[in-house]
């Protein structure tokens, strides 16, 4: 199994919600990330959990808070966002290795904040 | 933030011809990948060159490294339809596993 999977696919969601993305993989990886990618832009680095901890946070505000409650699972809760939070949200994993491994990415979640 | 700058941002081409991208970044590396990304999905991955290497192939993938130069490009031989999307360079720098994409470079591949 190669994949890592993202749900929902779409999410839409009012200013005053609270919403969570999902990401699951079963390859054994030990580190798990969150991009977020508005259009026509590359991918931009949000968190890294290395072996379940926080090893990364590029300064993301809290309204966006990340959970890793195992090696296969990576959570992302949405509160009070802003409508320029509107973006494609992809979840990555990787092996851990010193100079780096290629990271697999899900599908992405589609999130509308209106 | 981001690490490497890509290009061109945007190329078309007609089928069976080569492309070219060319991506530079800004500090010292562990290795460089390339990805690819079909409008609005995820990324996939296409070639891993570590930064003691500096040419790799995989099937119609040719990827240098130049580390002096701090740049790298991608060369797609006989281009297809199929290859049309997003290109992106990523450097991964080391220590708590960060990887970092370039801006991108805009592949249209015409029948």
């Known amino acids: 199994d190669t994949e890592v999977t993202q749900t929902p696919k779409h999410l839409v969601m009012g200013m005053t919600n609270k919403k969570s993305l999902k990401c699951e993989q079963h390859m054994g990886h030990r580190a798990m990330y969150w991009y977020k990618q508005k259009a026509k832009k590359p991918p931009e680095l949000m968190f890294v959990?290395?072996?379940?901890?926080?090893?990364i946070n590029e300064s993301v505000p809290s309204r966006f808070s990340p959970e890793c409650p195992n090696s296969s699972l990576l959570n992302l809760h949405l509160h009070a966002l802003q409508p320029e939070d509107s973006a494609l949200y992809l979840c990555?994993?990787?092996?851990?290795?010193?100079?780096?491994?290629?990271?697999?990415f899900g599908s992405g979640t589609q999130l509308s904040v209106l | 933030s981001q690490q490497g700058e890509e290009d061109p941002q945007a190329l078309s081409i007609q089928e069976g011809e080569n492309a070219t991208m060319n991506c530079s970044y800004k500090t010292s590396i562990n290795n460089l990948q390339w990805y690819r990304q079909n409008s609005g999905r995820g990324l996939v991955h296409l070639i891993l060159?570590?930064?003691?290497?500096r040419e790799k192939h995989s099937g119609r993938l040719r990827v240098t490294l130049d580390t002096s130069k701090k740049s790298s490009s991608l060369l797609i031989t006989a281009s297809r339809a199929a290859d049309t999307a997003s290109y992106f360079c990523?450097?991964?720098?080391?220590?708590?596993?960060?990887?970092?994409f370039g801006t991108g470079t805009k592949l249209q591949v015409i029948p």
């Open positions: 959990y290395s072996y379940e901890k926080l090893s």
């Open positions: 990555a994993s990787s092996q851990i290795r010193d100079r780096g491994e290629k990271l697999f």
């Open positions: 990523a450097t991964f720098s080391g220590g708590y596993q960060k990887v970092t």
């Open positions: 060159i570590r930064s003691n290497e």
